[in-house]
C-alpha cells in the first residue's frame, strides 16, 4: 500500500477518487466538521476541498503531514494562501473545468432578467394569466459590460456576441490586445459602468475586489442596469445593490453567490426584481466530472513532484 494518504472533506466524482486510488489510499470524509478535521489532518498528505471547508492557519498548523491542498474547482478564497505558504504546502485548484458551467449560467441569468422567466413561471403555476405584464427587453442590440475577462468572462462574452449584443470587457490583468483577441472591446471600469445595459461579474475575492460594486459604482451607471453575479459573494455590497433597486438606478439583479452562504430570506434575496440561485454556477453533471479528474490529477502531480498546471501558492 503507498505511504501517501488523502483526505476529501466535500465529496469527490468516483472519476476522480478512481485516480487517487491508484496512488494512494483515499478517505472520503464528506461533511466533516472544522473540529473534527483539526483532529485528523495531521494523518494525511492531501487534502481535497470543494467551497464548504474551510482550510485556515489552525488546519496547516495541525497538518504537519500536508504536502497539497486542492481546491474541487475556482475559487480559492477558503484556503488561507499565506498559511500555505508559511506552511510550505502547495495549494492546486482546477480553474477550466467549470468555464463552461458558469458561462451558461451566466447567459440563462441574462435571459430570465431579460424576460422575467421565474415571475412567469410562478404566476402561470399559480393559476394566473399575466400575458400582458410581462413585458421584457431583447438581448440583441444591448451592450454587455464584463468585469473580469479571464475565462469564464470571455465565454461568457463569446456567447453574449452570438445574440448579437455589444461586448465590453474591463480586466486590469489583461492588456488591451488580449481582451479584443478574446472578443471584448478594452474599456476603463468607469467607461463600462457608463456604456452597459447589463453587467456581469467574473472576478476572484479579494482585498482589491471585495464590494468593488458598490453605492458610488451603482451611480455611474446607466439607470435601469440589470446586475449578474456568479462569481463570488463578497465583491457586491449587498446593501448598496438593495439601495439601487429600490431607487431604480439597477433594474434587476441575477445573483448565484451571496456574502453569506446560505443568505436566507434576506430582503436582497426577496426582492421582485432579484432572480437567485444557491451557488449552482458549477453544478452541472459535467463541471463535476472534468473537476474531479483535473484536481485528482493536480494533487498526485503535486504528490509525485512533477509539474504542475494550476499551482495557486
Avoid at 456568479?230 to 431604480?248: F, Q, T
Wanted: proline content about 4%; charged content about 25%.
Amino acid at each position: 500500500m503507498t505511504a501517501w494518504k488523502v483526505l476529501l472533506t466535500d465529496g469527490l466524482e468516483s472519476i476522480g477518487r478512481e485516480i487517487l486510488q491508484k496512488s494512494a489510499q483515499v478517505d472520503d470524509r464528506a461533511g466533516i466538521t472544522a473540529d473534527e478535521l483539526l483532529k485528523v489532518v495531521g494523518g494525511y498528505d492531501a487534502l481535497i476541498v470543494r467551497g464548504r471547508t474551510k482550510v485556515t492557519l489552525p488546519v496547516f498548523e495541525a497538518g504537519s503531514r500536508l504536502k497539497v491542498v486542492g481546491r474541487a474547482g475556482v475559487g480559492v478564497d477558503n484556503i488561507d494562501l499565506n498559511a500555505a505558504r508559511k506552511s510550505g504546502v502547495t495549494v492546486v485548484n482546477s480553474p477550466i473545468a467549470t468555464t463552461m458551467a458558469v458561462a451558461e449560467l451566466t447567459m440563462g441569468m441574462m435571459l430570465a432578467l431579460a424576460r422575467e422567466l421565474p415571475r412567469a413561471d410562478a404566476t402561470m403555476k399559480a393559476g394566473k394569466w399575466l400575458k400582458k405584464e410581462f413585458e421584457g427587453f431583447e438581448l440583441s442590440g444591448k451592450t454587455l459590460g464584463v468585469i473580469g475577462f479571464g475565462r469564464i468572462g470571455a465565454t461568457a462574452g463569446k456567447r453574449a456576441a452570438a445574440f448579437e449584443m455589444k461586448v465590453l470587457g474591463y480586466d486590469p490583468l489583461l492588456p488591451a490586445p488580449e481582451i479584443q483577441a478574446r472578443g471584448g472591446e478594452p474599456v476603463t471600469l468607469d467607461e463600462l459602468y457608463a456604456r452597459a445595459d447589463v453587467i456581469t461579474l467574473h472576478v476572484p475575492l479579494t482585498d482589491e475586489t471585495r464590494g468593488m460594486l458598490n453605492a458610488a459604482a451603482f451611480a455611474k451607471m446607466k439607470k435601469g442596469v440589470r446586475i449578474i453575479c456568479a462569481a463570488r459573494g463578497g465583491v457586491i455590497d449587498e446593501d448598496a445593490l438593495l439601495d439601487a433597486l429600490e431607487s431604480g438606478q439597477v433594474g434587476g439583479a441575477a445573483l448565484d453567490v451571496f456574502s453569506t452562504e446560505p443568505p436566507g430570506a434576506a430582503p436582497l434575496v426577496t426582492h421582485p426584481h432579484v432572480i437567485v440561485t444557491p451557488h449552482v454556477g458549477a453544478q452541472t453533471a459535467e463541471a463535476q466530472v472534468r473537476a474531479a479528474e483535473d484536481i485528482a490529477s493536480e494533487v498526485l502531480a503535486a504528490l509525485q513532484g512533477n509539474p504542475l498546471r494550476w499551482k495557486v501558492a
